[in-house]
């Protein structure tokens, strides 16, 4: 049985120094990536991959800041369990200023559980035509009727450390540990 409420308890796996607030955006990938909705990907059908049908209204999560990048860990409402879709090894995904480049990468087992994985690199034109990028590797895991997405977002220019590369992947096995309680 999955808990939103301790969602919270995850928060134990950040490293000392990380600042923690309440998550309040999409439960979504794509909007830790920075992307709006809706989103435009190829092929079409990852476009759920990236903005995924959840309810917004009962997200539960946190996001913590820190030298290391940026995490996330949100579970929301997705009634009829999303399946993830086929044929999403390598896709690309544009909104506003936006644009991502998304490849598959391995997702840790999780007990009755579906689990996806992505790494994605953003690069979003601003003011004057300035480019910034960032960096996310970012985790699904079906839950039956919810959804869980952590995801951790670096800037590659960045002249501090990212965590560790299967930081995310922890987090979300010890994120869905915690939902179950």
Not at 63 to 71: E, P, Q, R, T
Request: charge should be negative.
């Amino acid at each position: 049985m999955v808990n939103p409420a301790r969602v919270d308890r995850s928060r134990s796996a950040l490293p000392e120094g990380y600042e923690v607030r309440a998550y309040s955006g999409l439960p979504a990938p794509g909007a830790l990536w920075g992307l709006r909705d809706p989103a435009d990907s190829d092929p079409p059908q990852c476009a759920t991959l990236a903005l995924p049908a959840a309810d917004a209204a009962t997200a539960k999560g946190w996001s913590a800041s820190g030298a290391g990048g940026i995490a996330y860990a949100v579970v929301a409402a997705a009634p009829g369990g999303p399946a993830p879709p086929a044929d999403c090894a390598q896709w690309t995904v544009s909104s506003g200023p936006t644009t991502a480049s998304v490849r598959e990468v391995p997702a840790p087992p999780v007990d009755a559980a579906r689990t996806v994985g992505m790494r994605t690199d953003a690069t979003t034109v601003v003011e004057g035509g300035t480019e910034t990028r960032s960096h996310a590797d970012t985790f699904i895991a079906y839950l039956g009727d919810y959804i869980c997405v952590v995801a951790l977002v670096t800037d590659p220019g960045s002249p501090h450390p990212a965590l560790e590369p299967g930081f995310a992947s922890h987090l979300l096995t010890e994120t869905v540990s915690a939902l179950r309680g």
